[in-house]
Every structure is written in C-alpha cells, then in structure tokens.
C-alpha cells in the first residue's frame, strides 16, 4: 500500500510540473509569412503567418488526459491590427492586411492569448503600382541625369510662326492648334491616397480644366512642397490626362505636390504623409 501511495504522489508532481506559467514558456517565432510581397492598398489581401509556439499543459494521470492550454491570437500589420480569419495554435494563422499602409516594408506581430508575443520585421512588402513583384524599389540615387526621363521643354512656339504672336482668331479651336493664355485655367489632381514612400515610386494623374483642357497636349513642371520630384516636368499629356510614376525625397512629414504651366497657370493636390524608406 505505500508503493501505491508513493507513486500516486511521483504522478502529482509531474502533473503540476507540466502544467508551467506563461512566463517560464519560451516566446513563439514567425517561421514565413504568405506571400511575402503583394500590392498596396488591395481590397482583402490576405496573408497566412505559419509560427511555432508552446504552450502549457496541464497532464490528468487518473482520467488519462493532456490539456493544453491552447486559444485564439491576433496579428498585427506595424501597428495596425489585422482582421484574423483563421488561427489554429498549432502553428498557422490567416489575416487580412489592413488597408491605408504605404508602399515599402512592413513588420508584422503576432500575440497569443496568454500575452506572449512574437515579431518578424521586414516581414511583408506592399509594392507601389507599377511595379512588379520582385523587382526592386526603384531609388533616386540611380536616377540619372534629369533630362533622360525630362518631357521636354514647356515653352513652344506660340505664335505659330508669325513671330508677334498673331492674333487670338489665328489660333481657332482646333485640337493641334497652339495653346494660348486662358485656354487651360486649372490643373487638377487625383486624390494621393494613404501613407507614401520616400524614394519609392508612385502615380499621379492630373487634369487640365478650362475652355480647351481637352486639346491640352504640353508638359508641366512640377514642383514639391519639401524634398525633390522625379521627374521635374510631367508629359507630355493626352488630351488634358498628364499620367506619371514619380520619386519623392523628403523626410517623414506631410508634403504636397504642384503642377504649373508655360503661362503660369497651376495646381495642387492634396496634402498627404511622407514616410522614410526603410
């Protein structure tokens, strides 16, 4: 009978040995993150986080059971918490991205539910339009003499030839007719959306608008609040559209950009934020 009793304690012992605190387990780690790289700001773009992870047990000799104190985790973009769609503590977890993130890398956090955390940096990139998966973020060092990718001077022959500018009448509403002052009275931008990267490239639209913005077919400058543009001069435009990928250089702040013309006429976009390349 004390051999039983004995080895009735030895299985007590070990059953609250098993069992453990959250703090004395190690901490999880992010083994791969799923795809590595995708587009920025895509409507429910999902990754899957595969981890390992242990947790505490609690060991049952009599009823000859194991419970292991498993539950639910959450995961987070930065610092933007993600939708999980599927978390199975075993070791792979389902997530939305969360939109608004700019273009660049992007670290990304795992918790489970007893607090224990795990980080993978650089673990997720969101790649501008235009861009390619794989290909490299495009940088201003490697950006080569401006007039390379320059659209050309902005300042044409208005007078068509005559040389003292002709009179209004001469220039008639014809789409390959010269552009003269108040044919175009503004120029707007395409809302620039969410957070950018500096030296990271990303499109911009503009619009002409005014009594001839459709027969608009020059360049502008373009010009930013803080930092440089590449290019310096967008175009040239089709049919008042100007389209252009761009690389800002600024610190981390909130910047702008605007466009003007020959005759001086502009415009702005909006203010957006400017983040670092990492």
């Not at 920025?40 to 986080?49: E, G, L, S």
């Not at 030296?199 to 503009?206: G, L, W």
Request: hydrophobic fraction near 40%.
């Amino acid at each position: 009978m004390k051999r039983a009793g004995r080895g009735m304690v030895g299985m007590a012992v070990l059953a609250w040995a098993c069992a453990g605190a959250p703090e004395s387990l190690p901490q999880p780690t992010i083994v791969a993150v799923e795809p590595a790289t995708l587009p920025v700001n895509t409507k429910d773009d999902a990754i899957t986080i595969r981890f390992d992870a242990r947790y505490a047990m609690t060991v049952d000799y009599g009823a000859e059971k194991v419970d292991a104190r498993m539950g639910p985790g959450r995961i987070w973009v930065d610092e933007e918490e993600a939708t999980v769609t599927r978390f199975d503590p075993t070791g792979v977890a389902t997530a939305t991205v969360p939109q608004g993130l700019g273009a660049g890398t992007h670290a990304v956090r795992l918790r489970l539910e007893d607090g224990r955390e795990a980080v993978s940096k650089d673990a997720l990139t969101l790649r501008p339009p235009g861009q390619g998966e794989g290909e490299p973020p495009l940088m201003l060092e490697d950006g080569g003499v401006l007039m390379a990718t320059d659209a050309g001077p902005i300042v044409k022959d208005f007078d068509g030839g005559v040389g003292d500018g002709g009179e209004p009448e001469d220039a008639g509403p014809g789409a390959e007719d010269p552009m003269r002052e108040g044919d175009v009275t503004a120029y707007v931008f395409d809302p620039i959306e969410g957070t950018r990267i500096s030296r990271t490239a990303f499109p911009i639209t503009v619009h002409a608008q005014g009594p001839r913005a459709g027969h608009f077919q020059g360049s502008l400058e373009l010009i930013a609040s803080r930092g440089t543009v590449q290019p310096a001069k967008l175009g040239p435009c089709d049919s008042g559209v100007c389209n252009a990928i761009i690389i800002m250089d600024a610190p981390a702040g909130n910047v702008h950009l605007n466009a003007v013309d020959a005759f001086g006429v502009t415009g702005e976009s909006n203010t957006f934020r400017l983040e670092p390349y990492k």
